[in-house]
């Protein structure tokens, strides 16, 4: 994957920083259309330069946190280390050293305001468990007051959040689910920036390449689709990161997809040593999908080491199965997401991504190729001479690493460092971090 420019310099491994990316082809044009968007009348002079100096502070603030990342990353130093800190090392980061300050720079700089404007369940409220879940979790974390990373004022802020639920809705608005036209869902994500675009200049000011939506629907991608001019600049954090489907890993995040049961905050972590493994690699689920449809047809109860059901009985647990397990197939379903690949981390088991145009979480910062396999679509056949032909040494490397990675696929309320949440905000903040915006008012 290419990794976003600043990225691949900092929290990736070796490079000096390169220049950040605009995403806009005209940076003019931010200017124009802020001073268009300008009553005269109302603003006098005074408030202009007030306006201006918020500006370049806050962007003369990610300028130190840019150039702070870059420092670590060449002295391969951990320099804002404090005793009690977890520090992230070895070859399962890309630059373990530029992910730290990364990180510290974020919790020093990161400031997101959450646009007031909409009512819930449309808005400011999104679904807190299932399949989905990873959508409303976000949006309550930082609406609840307790997220760092809350901007008070707008005009503090770096990064500015529409608070839209897709899965709210589909839910509401489509039900009766007799047309499933995305225009529906179009109209209200354009209309929404419509409003707040006309209301406020900050969207204006950058063509949206600083706010972002975040879902986990697998409608998400299409929200763009009718306008792609609007959207062009608008980081996606989506869970359904297709590349092959307008997914761009320079512009959007990619996010982890988990199913979190009711009163509990994800799957069970089962952390079984390799040697009480017994399973060479175990599949259950649904047909969903081409991908799967493949796998069944090869696999579904045919061996015993390449374990593939449809669905279990009841006296067999699945989490438990997972845990026995060495390898864990994770085939794309209806979308490449799927929620199998966080269960895995949990149980101790390496995933195995079979999927050929998904953008894995948290890529810019984790080296996927440590700690999972991936196994393309055409070579399902061979799923099983493939894992075979993984060496014990190189197995017992891998399943180390996945546990190494765990506290990056947990959930926690509120959000902890390094944890799930934080990571998603992470990859929010490297994309903010890589784009420079010109100054709203020139002398």
Not at 7 to 27: D, Q
Not at 167 to 188: D, E
Not at 240 to 251: D, I, K, V, W
Not at 278 to 300: D, E, K, M
Request: proline share 7%.
């Amino acid at each position: 994957m290419e990794s976003v420019a600043m990225i691949s310099a900092t929290v990736g491994r070796g490079g000096a920083l390169a220049p950040s990316v605009s995403r806009g082809n005209n940076p003019r044009f931010f200017f124009d259309h802020w001073k268009d968007s300008i009553n005269p009348s109302r603003k006098n002079n005074t408030s202009i330069r007030r306006g201006r100096s918020r500006f370049m502070s806050i962007e003369k603030g990610l300028t130190r946190a840019r150039s702070a990342i870059r420092e670590a990353a060449r002295k391969r130093s951990y320099a804002s280390f404090q005793e009690g800190d977890f520090l992230p090392m070895g070859s399962v980061y890309r630059n373990p050293f530029a992910f730290h300050q990364s990180l510290k720079e974020m919790e020093k700089r990161f400031r997101i305001w959450v646009y007031k404007e909409g009512e819930p369940p449309i808005f400011h409220h999104g679904p807190m468990n299932d399949i989905y879940s990873i959508e409303g979790q976000f949006l309550d974390e930082l609406e609840s007051g307790k997220s760092p990373f809350l901007a008070k004022d707008p005009n503090e802020a770096n990064a500015f959040f529409l608070p839209v639920s897709v899965v709210n809705i589909v839910q509401y608005v489509y039900w009766p689910y007799t047309n499933y036209s995305r225009a529906r869902l179009q109209n209200i994500v354009k209309d929404y920036i419509d409003l707040v675009s006309h209301r406020y200049p900050y969207w204006i000011k950058s063509r949206g390449a600083d706010h972002f939506l975040l879902s986990c629907h697998d409608w998400a991608p299409d929200v763009s689709a009718a306008h792609p001019k609007l959207y062009e600049n608008l980081i996606r954090a989506l869970c359904n990161a297709n590349s092959s489907e307008g997914f761009q890993p320079h512009r959007d995040v990619s996010v982890p997809e988990i199913k979190v049961p009711y009163g509990q905050f994800g799957p069970p972590c089962l952390n079984k040593t390799p040697n009480n493994r017994t399973i060479l690699a175990f599949f259950a689920g649904g047909a969903h999908g081409p991908v799967r449809t493949q796998l069944f047809s090869h696999w579904r109860n045919k061996d015993n080491e390449i374990q593939v059901h449809e669905y279990l009985p009841k006296t067999q647990n699945y989490f438990s199965l997972m845990g026995q397990s060495m390898f864990c197939l994770c085939p794309s379903g209806y979308e490449v997401a799927s929620p199998r690949i966080v269960e895995s981390v949990h149980a101790g088991c390496v995933p195995v991504i079979i999927s050929d145009n998904y953008v894995l979480p948290f890529s810019d910062v984790l080296d996927w190729t440590q700690f999972s396999v991936h196994v393309p679509v055409s070579m399902i056949p061979r799923i099983k001479e493939i894992l075979k032909g993984i060496s014990v040494e190189e197995y017992v490397e891998k399943q180390r690493k996945v546990v190494q990675v765990q506290r990056h696929f947990t959930l926690h309320r509120p959000a902890k460092r390094y944890d799930l949440l934080y990571m998603v905000m992470h990859s929010v903040w490297l994309r903010r971090l890589n784009l420079r915006l010109p100054p709203p008012w020139f002398a």
